[in-house]
């Protein structure tokens, strides 16, 4: 667990230097961040703390390989889609609707709920579980929802919004991208 968490904290910092997000650039106030260290981050690390405290019984194997394969994923996905959206909104302002973003419109947050989720698995105890609740329905959720007020200005939005999904992907847009793969494999 520790291993996964610590290496996240040097990816994210690795981002952050490499393609910037402006929203964390922002002036915050004292008191912003302090809310923000008091119902995110510390929340966050109450997974660590249960595991290394014995308060929380050993995970399974079968459960850390689990949360350890969500983790990577997630990493892969958030990175990936950041990238994405870095180096295109850089060139070209706009909707972006193609990459990660062509299935689903919002593949950063599945990401980190992908790299958090992995985390709560790996700690046999509902307290983590409860944080990432807290965190994807108080902060995820209405960030979401405001990102998807700020994309509906664009011309192609309704339909952008009709053949993709929130937070994954709809079926039928699968079967679409895996048929259309196969047939440029042909």
Not at 10 to 33: G, N, R
Not at 41 to 58: D, N, Q, R, V
Not at 72 to 86: E, L, N, W
Request: net charge positive; glycine share 6%; charged share 15%.
């Amino acid at each position: 667990y520790t291993a996964a968490h610590g290496s996240y904290g040097l990816c994210w910092l690795l981002k952050h230097f490499a393609m910037p997000d402006p929203k964390w650039e922002a002036d915050t106030t004292v008191l912003a961040q302090v809310n923000i260290l008091a119902l995110i981050l510390l929340p966050y690390w109450l997974a660590a703390y249960l595991l290394i405290s014995g308060k929380a019984p050993e995970p399974p194997i079968e459960t850390c390989f689990i949360g350890l394969m969500l983790y990577i994923m997630g990493v892969v996905i958030m990175m990936t889609a950041d990238a994405q959206k870095h180096f295109t909104l850089k060139y070209k302002k706009g909707l972006i609707t193609t990459g990660m973003f062509a299935l689903i419109r919002h593949p950063n947050y599945l990401g980190e709920m992908m790299i958090y989720g992995g985390f709560a698995t790996m700690v046999p105890h509902w307290i983590p579980k409860a944080v990432l609740a807290w965190v994807w329905l108080q902060v995820f959720l209405p960030n979401m929802k405001m990102k998807e007020s700020s994309m509906s200005r664009y011309p192609e939005w309704d339909d952008y919004c009709a053949r993709t999904g929130f937070l994954l992907p709809p079926p039928i847009a699968l079967v679409r991208c895996i048929s259309s793969a196969r047939t440029k494999g042909e």
